[in-house]
């Protein structure tokens, strides 16, 4: 096991690493709307999924991967109301084929951020 640590996405808050690489398979804890630069949480559910899927990629980047080589994506939201929008920034970030996905609506989230996104990606 190798962990993955980057500046470009938020520090964990706790005992996890921000990734974990095991083979040629990436495996990245869950990435919230955090700007690593500055700590702070943007307004509203559009700039929270855009700050947690760059988040996201930054820290694929740092392990050597790319986004494209993302094959499963698990997206916690706090309304499934806003999948719409999310879905939308989400298509953004990823290309056919697409990942497979699980998306589920929970009640809460770390920092009581809107979106939390984790990924599985092929090195």
């Known amino acids: 096991m ?24 990436l495996y990245t804890s869950g990435q919230i709307p955090v700007d690593p630069a500055t700590g702070r949480i943007p307004e509203g559910v559009e700039a929270q999924a855009n700050q947690a899927f760059t988040n996201l990629k930054n820290l694929i980047a740092a392990s050597g991967a790319s986004i494209e080589n993302t094959v499963k994506t698990t ?12 879905n939308e920034i989400y298509a ?16 809460r989230l770390p920092k009581d951020v809107l979106l ?4 599985i990606v092929k090195l």
Do not use: H, L
Request: net charge negative; proline share 7%; glycine share 4%.
């Open 2 to 25: 190798k962990a993955i640590k980057t500046n470009t996405a938020p520090a964990a808050i706790g005992p996890y690493s921000q990734a974990i690489v095991i083979g040629d398979m």
């Open 75 to 86: 997206v916690f939201i706090k309304n499934m109301e806003d999948f719409a929008a999310i």
């Open 92 to 107: 953004s970030y990823f290309t056919e084929p697409f990942p497979a996905r699980s998306c589920v609506e929970v009640a």
């Open 116 to 119: 939390e996104v984790e990924a």
